[in-house]
């Protein structure tokens, strides 16, 4: 009995200290380094965006919808953050012409990034999200743009060879067929 005393303190220490771990989500280590500008050029440029317009944001509570990320625009940049309760911030960057033009927006080098909620998103949340608004970190990178795969290019098309070269899947045949015949 006087043992079991003894152990329990020490067991409930390690309980404490245990209930803390495993709290982090994926992608979420993160170093604070700066994304490498050639990796970050490669990926963005391999989605049709200008690498120079991609920009992320930090709002407590949300988190990156890796789905969302695309385009904005003719080669900007979009992405969303969700809340458990389906709350969502939009972010978006675009060129130095459309700034001035959106409630929540802040200039950046070379470019405009504006925030938009839905689902009850405050305005002080989006204050806070739009101060928070910078360039990827390396670990952010990571969850942020795919890495580019070296089987599409920007010039040639994909080869398939799964399709038949003719009947039912194989290229359809636009002749005209000339009448009479």
């Not at 979420?28 to 200008?50: N, Q, Y």
């Not at 949300?62 to 969303?80: I, K, M, P, R, Y």
């Not at 709350?87 to 470019?111: F, M, S, W």
């Not at 194989?170 to 015949?181: K, Q």
Request: aromatic fraction near 4%; glycine fraction near 12%; charged fraction near 20%.
């Amino acid at each position: 009995m006087i043992r079991a005393v003894r152990v329990l303190p020490t067991l409930l220490l390690a309980a404490a200290l245990l209930t803390g771990c495993g709290t982090e989500k994926a992608g979420s280590g993160d170093s604070g380094k700066s994304a490498d500008p050639a990796e970050l050029a490669s990926r963005a440029k391999a989605l049709g965006m200008d690498p120079e317009l991609v920009y992320v944001t930090r709002a407590p509570g949300f988190t990156l919808a890796q789905q969302s990320v695309g385009v904005q625009g003719d080669d900007g940049f979009s992405a969303s953050y969700t809340d458990t309760t389906g709350a969502v911030i939009h972010l978006y960057t675009d060129h130095p012409r459309y700034a001035g033009q959106h409630k929540y927006e802040v200039p950046e080098k070379n470019c405009v990034v504006w925030l938009e909620g839905e689902g009850g998103v405050s305005g002080a949340v989006l204050g806070k999200a739009l101060r928070a608004v910078h360039r990827p970190t390396a670990g952010e990178l990571e969850t942020l743009l795919p890495t580019p795969d070296p089987a599409f290019t920007d010039d040639q098309p994909v080869q398939r060879g799964d399709l038949p070269t003719n009947g039912d899947g194989g290229p359809p045949d636009n002749s005209v067929p000339t009448p009479g015949l």
